[in-house]
């Protein structure tokens, strides 16, 4: 079952069939994510073939991991398998 922690913490967790995997990151349904643990964050980036994508910052216990979950909120056709899903990175370890 795919999992995602920080700060010895869950933030995500669904299973395997659930999940999409996108250029070797796991991207879980928002439903599976804790809401507790992201808050808006303001950065944005674009990528060619995904689109725009968004941030959150990953909190656990008061501490705040900037800018580490990325999701696309109108994801091009060419991934349209990965809107409302949420991505990790910046030190949340995700097995799978």
Same mark, same amino acid.
């Given at each position: 079952?795919?999992?995602a ?5 869950v933030?995500?967790? +669904? @299973?395997?069939a659930?999940?999409? #995997? *996108?250029?070797g990151? &796991? ?7 804790? $809401? !507790? ?5 303001d ?8 689109? +725009? @994508?968004?941030?959150?910052?990953? #909190? *656990?216990?008061?501490q &705040? ?7 696309? $909120? !109108? ?10 899903y ?11």
């Amino acid at each position: 079952m795919p999992t995602a922690t920080w700060n010895g913490a869950v933030i995500a967790q +669904a @299973a395997t069939a659930d999940v999409e #995997v *996108v250029e070797g990151n &796991v991207y879980f349904p928002l439903s599976a994510v804790r $809401p !507790e643990c992201l808050t808006p964050s303001d950065k944005h980036t674009v990528c060619p073939w995904k689109g +725009a @994508a968004s941030y959150y910052n990953v #909190v *656990v216990d008061g501490q &705040v991991n900037g800018d580490a979950a990325w999701f696309y $909120p !109108e994801p091009k056709e060419a991934a349209k398998q990965i809107a409302g899903y949420v991505a990790f990175w910046r030190g949340v370890q995700v097995v799978s």
